[in-house]
Every structure is written in structure tokens, then in C-alpha cells.
């Protein structure tokens, strides 16, 4: 079982920078990959980011060039981070924090509000 907790998040100007966190718990040595979503009213989740447990990582196009994916690892937790700059509205959704266990399962976060305003 893997626990997952998300902070950061909020309003921010168009051009801004927020961060993101997303601390995984539990099973984390079975963790292959994590991530984040996001999902507009009307649109289907999409993927934002993505890194494995190696540490390569993956973005959609959208944010290619603007947001930043990195993860820091311990003991007791994993934390994926991702720094988002030169914020747009189009990129205000609700932010999943997603993890891959085993290759086989999928866990996800509650999800935190991300709005740029113009």
C-alpha cells in the first residue's frame, strides 16, 4: 500500500511560479514510477510529468520547457516535486499526484487546485 499527500497548489498571476509536492508513504521500495495529472473542467486527465525510479523523466507538451519534475528519496518517504514557471491560465486544473507500484497498480492523490489568473 502506498499513501500519497499533495501541498502547494493555489491562485497565481499568469507569468508565476508555484511548486507542487507530492510525499509518497508506505511501500516505496515497490514504487517504479510517480508523477502528476491534471484535469480542467470538461477535459480528460492528462499527464504533466512523469519520473521513475531512475530518475528519467517525461512531460507533455504543453509544459515542456516550463515545468520541472524532480523526486527526493529516504527511508521513510519519496517526494516528487514539480516546479512550475511562466505559469498560463490554460494551465489551471486540479494537479493529481499519480504513483506506478510494481508496474501493476496505480495510486492516486486527492488532487490540489491550481488557477492562473490572466
Known amino acids: 500500500q502506498v499513501q500519497l499527500v499533495e501541498s502547494g497548489g493555489g491562485l497565481v498571476q499568469a507569468g508565476g511560479s508555484l511548486r507542487l509536492s507530492c510525499a509518497a508513504s508506505g511501500s516505496i521500495s515497490r514504487i517504479n514510477a510517480m508523477g502528476w495529472y491534471r484535469q480542467a473542467p470538461g477535459k480528460q486527465r492528462e499527464l504533466v510529468a512523469g519520473i521513475t525510479s531512475g530518475g528519467s523523466s517525461n512531460y507533455g507538451d504543453s509544459v515542456k520547457g516550463r515545468f520541472t519534475i524532480s523526486m527526493s528519496r529516504d527511508t521513510a518517504k519519496n517526494t516528487v516535486y514539480l516546479q512550475m514557471n511562466s505559469l498560463k491560465p490554460e494551465d489551471t486544473a486540479v494537479y493529481y499526484c499519480?504513483?506506478?507500484?510494481?508496474?501493476?497498480?496505480?495510486?492516486w492523490g486527492r488532487g490540489t487546485q491550481v488557477t492562473v489568473s490572466s
Open positions: 499519480h504513483a506506478q507500484f510494481m508496474g501493476i497498480r496505480d495510486y
